[in-house]
């Protein structure tokens, strides 16, 4: 990734080399937040604890890379006087590390919910969440390489997948919301019902960052 603008800033400058630092920091988080969304994956399906566990320590990584990028991208903004090339890069970093961020206290609150259900039956209803799962961290996956390749049109393509995880939340909340005779507790359907809107929201900011790399690109979300 280099959007930086070499004409106003030379290579060897120290604002070039902060802005290739910030690129590969936010690269970095996109990593880690997509090994936790991985993660709340193996711990809701697969029955995974050693998973969810995990999910706690990279939850703390993602918040400190969080903290450190905007704090980065302020400075650099308030003291350096990008141009308008460089400081929409730069705002957009802000605006895309917070839903990165989002991302991972989802993954992080799947991870709980996940070891809440352990001592339940799996309900019919898991296979469909598991697909609208991997829809969603299918489109967080093509925001994260977009962001990488300053791909302008990965917008559009997201917005797509984003239409089938909506299709599939409807669905899914549709079916839990009208059970009848249901018997003993009711806690396993309020966990259910949290997991689909924790992964539509997910999906909501994956679809974010690839129009904020579009956005970076063109000026324009796509």
Partial sequence: MNISSPDNYPENTHFQRCLKRLEQEVLRMGTLVEESFRLSHHALFERDIDAAHKIAILDKQIDRYYRKIELDCATLMTLQSPVAQDLRLLSAFMQL?????????????LGEIAVKLFPYETHNCMTEIAVMSNHAQMMLATSLVALADLDAG??????????????????????????RDVLGVIEPFLLLALIIRHLERMADHATNIAQRVSYIVTGHRG
Avoid: F, N, P, S
Avoid at 97 to 109: P, S, W
Avoid at 155 to 166: E, M
């Fill in 154 to 179: 990965a917008g559009k393509r997201v917005k797509k997948l984003d239409d089938t995880v909506d299709d599939a939340y409807d669905h899914l909340y549709h079916h839990l919301a009208y059970q």
């Fill in 97 to 109: 590390v917070r839903d990165l961020e989002r991302i991972g206290d989802y993954a992080k609150d």
